[in-house]
């Protein structure tokens, strides 16, 4: 009987484990945090302040396209606040959400792994974007930083065992 099942068990596809690695649990605090501060910052921009104090138009004038700070501020706010919202609950959570089936059969993982590395990188390209037009400060570096390591993260061996899924046949 325990032979049975031993080699029933040993012929089941290997499911993720259930305990969540350091490295979902790095990536979550990372993505709270990104969501956080993209929604403050984000709101910030949108509505013109920054504390008490008026956002100074002067970087405006070296982007080229942007006339306003309403742009960069939905971006901020909606794409890198409520999408690390939204990817923060989906790698911890892992629900199964039918709209986002083709990441599953395109990657053979969850959603929430290829969508913390579309968040990275889109991370570095903002904070790039950042430097060439308004200059370097501390912040841009942090920023940066948080970038690298949700892009690297979810490669990790530990986080793409945690979050892989069967493929569709």
């Given at each position: 009987m325990i032979l049975a099942s031993t080699h029933a068990a040993a012929a089941e596809p290997s499911r993720p484990p259930t305990r969540?690695?350091?490295?979902?649990?790095?990536?979550f605090g990372l993505l709270a945090f990104l969501s956080l501060s993209a929604i403050f910052g984000g709101t910030g921009l949108i509505f013109g302040i920054w504390g008490m104090q008026l956002i100074p138009r002067e970087p405006l004038d070296r982007i080229p396209v942007i006339d306003t700070w309403l742009i960069p501020g939905l971006v901020l706010g909606i794409g890198f606040g409520l999408g690390s919202l939204a990817t923060a609950y989906g790698i911890l959570r892992t629900p199964p959400w039918p709209w986002l089936e083709f990441?599953?059969?395109l990657t053979g993982r969850h959603w929430s792994w290829l969508a913390t590395i579309a968040l990275g990188l889109g991370q570095l390209a903002w904070i790039l974007i950042e430097w060439i037009?308004?200059?370097?400060?501390?912040?841009l570096i942090i920023y940066g930083a948080?970038?690298?390591?949700?892009t690297l993260?979810?490669?990790?061996?530990s986080a793409?065992?945690?979050l892989k899924t069967a493929r569709a046949s």
């Open positions: 969540r690695p350091a490295s979902v649990w790095v990536t990441v599953r059969q037009y308004i200059g370097i400060s501390p912040l948080v970038g690298a390591a949700l993260l979810p490669l990790q061996a793409r065992r945690y």
